[in-house]
């Protein structure tokens, strides 16, 4: 398989275009490789991801979170991200991340999530957020169906103003609290909400579904853009475990 000819369908779907400033959409580690004979798909390039990688003889690794985001001042294994990067080159594994541009992207994360919970008449609000609307239903039978379709374990629901029907929903996938504010909507769904974000919500219900939760669901979607090239999904698991 051609690289170059694998990144520019990821990059059609998702253009670099799209990318916030701040972001690190792109090559991680680029090497002097221009084949791959198999490619995995994962959320996170972990050490874990990576080490799945060469055991399945994926050259290449595909993820929607960057390796890098702050400036690197040395190479030691003990920095998480720089031990993926040392067993990544050793081992002659390259790394592409697709971040904000997939959460931006017609078709991408937060599109998918739509589409997953059924909305309609979607909206795009601030580039990230998707804004529809579902017949009535009510919060319960709305949060049960969210973790059925999602397979969240457990969800987190903030309802300062006592929402019991559902008609406008509201979704961001990842850490999307920043968000909540920006759109009306009766339901506001992303993950990660933070104790101060919770408590300044105050005009909607909002429901963390978890990061992890909220955006394993691209993953089938690149692997169909793929399509006919050999890949492979890594096995991930949230973080998080409960009791």
Excluded at 35 to 57: H, I, N, R, Y
Excluded at 201 to 213: C, I, P, Q, R, T
């Amino acid at each position: 398989m051609k690289i170059n000819e694998i990144i520019e369908k990821i990059e059609t779907f998702a253009p670099l275009s799209l990318a916030e400033p701040w972001d690190n959409t792109g090559w991680q580690i680029k090497l002097d490789l221009d084949t791959a004979d198999k490619v995995m798909l994962a959320l996170s390039p972990t050490f874990d991801v990576l080490e799945q990688a060469k055991e399945q003889g994926c050259s290449l690794v595909i993820t929607h979170h960057p390796l890098f985001f702050s400036k690197i001042k040395q190479i030691t294994p003990e920095i998480f991200s720089n031990k993926s990067a040392i067993f990544a080159i050793q081992n002659n594994i390259q790394i592409y991340s697709a971040h904000t541009n997939l959460d931006k992207a017609q078709g991408g994360i937060n599109d998918k999530l739509a589409a997953m919970l059924g909305l309609f008449d979607v909206e795009i609000v601030d580039g990230f957020v998707r804004a529809g609307m579902v017949e009535d239903i009510s919060l319960e039978e709305f949060i049960l169906k969210c973790k059925k379709i999602l397979g969240c374990e457990s969800v987190k629901l903030i309802n300062p103003i006592g929402i019991e029907t559902v008609r406008k929903v509201a979704i961001c996938s990842g850490s999307g609290a920043d968000f909540i504010n920006s759109v009306e909507a009766d339901i506001f769904i992303t993950g990660d909400v933070k104790y101060h974000s919770a408590i300044e919500v105050l005009d909607k219900s909002v429901l963390d579904v978890g990061h992890f939760e909220s955006e394993r669901v691209i993953l089938p979607v690149l692997q169909e853009i793929l399509a006919p090239w050999d890949t492979v999904l890594a096995d991930e698991k949230n973080p998080w475990e409960l009791f």
